[in-house]
């Protein structure tokens, strides 16, 4: 009897350490990049501090579009300035995007490298100076994300303002914008990408 018992606790717990461990990554996903040892000598060594701007993706055949976006808040609405005009066609399966920005209101360079393409585009502004003594502070995509064809994924949100404090926010809160109008910064940017289905008209 001990030893039925004894096999059947055994049992149960490789059963929960199956459960447990045996978490899998969804079909298609994005997710902060995992440098190799000579990738993150080769970014140091270009002088750019890169790894946590790089991120991993992986779709499945279907795929004909991917569009990178730049919002500013305005008025409680994400409104695009850069990109959202359709994007790019895009039919690998896995790839990497590295982008690459200080304040998000000079414009940003998106660098993108897969199994049949591989380039970058700058997209600049042009625009007044801040005030003196502005700041700003940046989230990043932390964690993997499932990628749903039509739905957009924020990477990164930019806090600008000229106050002595600035609360920080996770990507997720691009979907509730109404939560940075109650602090009054001078700006809000959000970077996106949005995977799709549908060819480019």
């Not at 001990?2 to 079909?27: D, H, N, S």
């Not at 896995?94 to 993108?112: M, N, Q, V």
């Not at 003594?133 to 994300?145: D, K, M």
């Not at 926010?169 to 001078?186: A, K, N, V």
Request: aromatic share 10%.
């Amino acid at each position: 009897m001990k030893r039925a018992r004894t096999c059947m606790l055994i049992l149960f717990l490789a059963l929960l350490l199956c459960a447990c461990g045996g978490e899998q990554k969804p079909a298609m996903y994005i997710e902060p990049a995992q440098l190799t040892e000579e990738e993150t000598n080769i970014v140091q060594l270009l002088g750019f501090n890169l790894e946590q701007k790089i991120f991993d993706f992986k779709v499945d055949e279907t795929v004909q579009v991917m569009n990178i976006s730049v919002y500013e808040l305005v008025d409680g609405q994400w409104d695009a300035f850069i990109g959202g005009h359709g994007g790019r066609v895009f039919t690998d399966s896995k790839g990497r995007i590295a982008l690459t920005f200080d304040h998000l209101g000079d414009g940003i360079r998106e660098a993108l490298q897969s199994e049949n393409y591989s380039g970058s585009t700058a997209m600049d502004i042009i625009r007044d100076p801040d005030p003196e003594g502005t700041s700003w502070a940046t989230s990043l995509l932390s964690r993997q994300e499932e990628i749903r064809y039509e739905e957009e994924i924020p990477l990164s949100i930019q806090i600008v303002t000229t106050k002595n404090e600035i609360r920080s926010f996770d990507t997720s809160y691009f979907f509730h914008p109404e939560e940075y109008e109650q602090y009054g910064y001078d700006h809000v940017y959000a970077v996106t990408v949005l995977f799709s289905q549908k060819p480019l008209s």
